[in-house]
């Protein structure tokens, strides 16, 4: 059993580049959660879904898309990417029970030069 | 607004010692707490939740919480804390409104020898 899986680990962009970061689990969770973590500031949510074909935005979503075509996969766009988006990125899934805890994949390490 | 607080960045406690590692939330309605843990280059792990019951809660390694109502707080224990504890811990609790997560800032743990 994965669990929840991001690719890539790392990943170095430059100012104005685009890209995706993948997320993928395999426990058939209905709810999944994008968020960045930055020195200090704890984690903050980007965007969320609740299921396949339903998203909404979170704390801090400008700048980030995302889609959720499949129960499995909920990638993260980055559009533009600007030296602001160096952080750290976490995806999250969890089942829609609500006592349930989340569980986290290993993180994407972003660098936008 | 729901919120998490945890109101120290550091935390330092010689093996052998208890430890505790403070949490305190503002929710409306009945919340679900949570505490997670992040080893160095590491995604969060679960150790345990708060959802209903007991005050005193049992988790993973050891760790346990504290739910006290009144005091609106979810403070993290350990009678014995080993320098295999040392890591960065988040306080989160559940949104009662959209199911979300919201985290506060981490407290980092430092047990020397």
């Known amino acids: 059993n994965a669990g929840v899986t991001q690719t890539p680990k790392f990943q170095v962009l430059k100012t104005g580049q685009s890209m995706t970061l993948q997320c993928a689990q395999d426990?058939?969770?209905?709810?999944m959660s994008w968020y960045r973590q930055d020195p200090g500031m704890g984690l903050r949510l980007i965007h969320y879904?609740?299921?396949?074909?339903?998203?909404d935005q979170g704390e801090v979503p400008n700048g980030y898309n995302v889609s959720r075509s499949t129960t499995e996969d909920f990638p993260l766009r980055l559009l533009s990417a600007a030296p602001s988006q160096t952080s750290v990125y976490f995806c999250?899934?969890?089942?829609?029970?609500?006592?349930?805890?989340?569980?986290f994949g290993q993180g994407t390490r972003l660098t936008v030069v | 607004a729901q919120s998490v607080a945890q109101p120290e960045d550091q935390v330092n406690v010689a093996e052998g010692n208890p430890l505790t590692v403070k949490c305190t939330y503002s929710?409306?309605?009945?919340?679900?707490l949570f505490w997670y843990v992040q080893y160095p280059n590491r995604g969060l792990q679960f150790l345990l939740k708060?959802?209903?019951?007991?005050?005193l809660v049992k988790g993973s390694y050891g760790f346990e919480a504290e739910f006290n109502k009144s005091q609106t707080s979810f403070h993290l224990k350990k009678p014995s804390a080993l320098v295999s504890d040392s890591a960065l811990y988040f306080c989160?609790?559940?949104?009662?409104?959209?199911?979300?997560?919201?985290f506060g800032q981490g407290t980092e743990l430092s047990v020397k020898p």
């Open positions: 999250a899934s969890r089942s829609r029970r609500e006592n349930t805890e989340a569980f």
């Open positions: 426990m058939n969770h209905e709810y």
């Open positions: 879904s609740v299921g396949a074909g339903i998203t």
């Open positions: 929710v409306s309605g009945n919340p679900y």
């Open positions: 708060y959802i209903t019951g007991d005050n």
């Open positions: 989160a609790v559940r949104d009662t409104l959209g199911g979300k997560l919201i």
